[in-house]
Structures are given as structure tokens and as C-alpha cells.
């Protein structure tokens, strides 16, 4: 059964970095795309980050494209979001993601993506 867990949020002024952390398990993390994804208040789910699995290849929103920096440690089952300069606009429920079939590159396609982390609270205060 795969499972995700992430960790990392927390409040932090506008200007400040914030590095989330989600370590997956229950099967082979290295062959399968990941990407997170957050929910603002009263807003829907939007895609932020993803990375492929092979190659390092990843996608951004336009919102954060040079202000974070999505990553992955294959040996650790973990996938990481860098979030550097950090906005009022960036609070939100941060979720990783990881896409239901393996061998698949990096996409915002939240269809695309079978499992779901808990979510982690940022929190960016102006």
C-alpha cells in the first residue's frame, strides 16, 4: 500500500524559504513521477511542481517557476519542495503526489496522479 507523508510546512514571513519533504513507501519510489500540488483557502487544487522519474526533468507553475525548486532523493523514497521568496499568495495545503503508473515523465495532470499525501499547512504572513 503506498503511503505519503509530508513534512516541512509551517508560518514564515514573506521573503522567507521553506523546504517540504515527502518520503513515500509501499513500492518503488524511483520508477514513478512525482509532483506536488496545493489547495489555498476557499480555493481548489492546483498544480505547483512535478519532476519525472529518470531524468530529473521538471515542470512548474507559471506562479512559482524560479522561486521553487522541486527535487528528489531516490535512495531516501523523497521528494522535496524548495520554496525560496515566498508570497502571501503561496499559503495554502501543500500535497505531494506520485502517478499511478511507473516509467511516466513529469506532468501537472493531477488526473494523472493516484496517490495523495496529508497535506502540510504553509502559512505566509505579509
Known amino acids: 500500500q503506498v503511503q505519503l507523508v509530508e513534512s516541512g510546512g509551517g508560518l514564515v514571513q514573506a521573503g522567507d524559504s521553506l523546504r517540504l519533504s515527502c518520503v513515500a513507501s509501499?513500492?518503488?519510489?524511483?520508477?514513478?513521477?512525482m509532483a506536488w500540488f496545493r489547495q489555498p483557502p476557499g480555493k481548489e487544487r492546483g498544480f505547483v511542481a512535478a519532476?519525472?522519474?529518470?531524468?530529473?526533468?521538471?515542470l512548474y507553475a507559471d506562479s512559482v517557476e524560479g522561486r521553487f525548486t522541486i527535487s528528489r532523493d531516490n535512495a531516501k523514497n523523497t521528494v522535496y519542495l524548495q520554496m525560496n521568496s515566498l508570497k502571501p499568495e503561496d499559503t495554502a495545503v501543500y500535497y505531494c503526489?506520485?502517478?499511478?503508473?511507473?516509467?511516466?515523465?513529469?506532468?501537472?495532470?493531477?488526473?494523472?496522479?493516484?496517490?495523495w499525501g496529508q497535506g502540510t499547512q504553509v502559512t505566509v504572513s505579509s
Open positions: 503526489a506520485e502517478r499511478a503508473r511507473r516509467y511516466y515523465s513529469a506532468s501537472s495532470d493531477s488526473s494523472v496522479y493516484d496517490y
Open positions: 509501499g513500492r518503488t519510489f524511483s520508477t514513478y513521477g
Open positions: 519532476i519525472s522519474w529518470n531524468d530529473g526533468s521538471t
